[in-house]
């Protein structure tokens, strides 16, 4: 099973609301990824969880919060999110980070509008 | 990680060989040259990957110059669902940084019936 899956498909959410984005791999993965995908645009790397502990924070406002409840799960929580931040959110997991030449598996992504 | 060069845009007939071609003339000897692509509306797909010699799976092939300076992903016998964003990413093979996959632009590839 070479499969991530991301909760929903998609959200449409209001700038006072909060909301959350799931993500759950069966891989036996210990490094998972948040992506965030503008239109027209390459995927950006947002956080980096390693043996379920945040290893890489790129500079992401404190508006998005990511958290891993366990080896398996991903989640991305948001609050007070503004119009800028609608995107195609992108999760992936891979094998722990320093393996050698290990490719990341991306979940279909989840499609989010900030009205 | 080095960055990489490619074309913006290329077109296919149904049913040929593409070659998607990749400069990346700073690459360093511990970096890989990895392909993924990304069908619209969907996440990135792990193509290939290789060092310095000639790689093959049962998706496609990566070609690399002697000098790594520039690499080709060719698709052998090319679909209307390979339509895709194909990017080629230089990255370390291992250690503390070898996570980052820094997408470029890519190639939009448009398989033509």
């Known amino acids: 099973d070479t499969e991530v899956t991301q909760t929903p498909k998609h959200l449409v959410m209001g700038m006072t609301n909060k909301k959350s984005l799931k993500c759950e791999q069966h891989m036996g993965h210990r490094a998972m990824y948040w992506y965030k995908q503008k239109a027209k645009k390459p995927p950006e790397l947002m956080f980096v969880?390693?043996?379920?502990?945040?290893?890489i924070n790129e500079s992401v406002p404190s508006r998005f919060s990511p958290e891993c409840p366990n080896s398996s799960l991903l989640n991305l929580h948001l609050h007070a999110l503004q119009p800028e931040d609608s995107a195609l959110y992108l999760c992936a997991s891979s094998q722990a980070l320093g393996t050698l030449n290990h490719e990341q598996y991306f979940g279909p992504g989840t499609r989010l509008t900030v009205t | 990680d080095a960055k990489t060069t490619q074309p913006p845009s290329m077109d296919c007939a149904e049913g040929r060989a593409a070659n998607l071609p990749c400069n990346h003339s700073t690459i360093s000897g511990n970096e890989y040259v990895y392909w993924y692509r990304q069908i619209h509306s969907q996440g990135p797909q792990y193509i290939i990957h290789?060092?310095?010699n000639n790689e093959t799976n049962e998706m496609a092939s990566l070609i690399i110059t002697e000098d790594r300076k520039s690499s080709t992903l060719i698709l052998p016998h090319a679909t209307l669902r390979d339509t895709a964003v194909y990017y080629c990413?230089?990255?370390?093979?291992?250690?503390?940084?070898?996570?980052?996959?820094?997408f470029g632009k890519g190639t939009l590839l448009t398989v033509n019936p």
């Open positions: 290789g060092l310095k």
């Open positions: 990413i230089v990255r370390v093979a291992s250690g503390g940084s070898n996570y980052k996959l820094t």
């Open positions: 969880y390693s043996y379920e502990k945040l290893s």
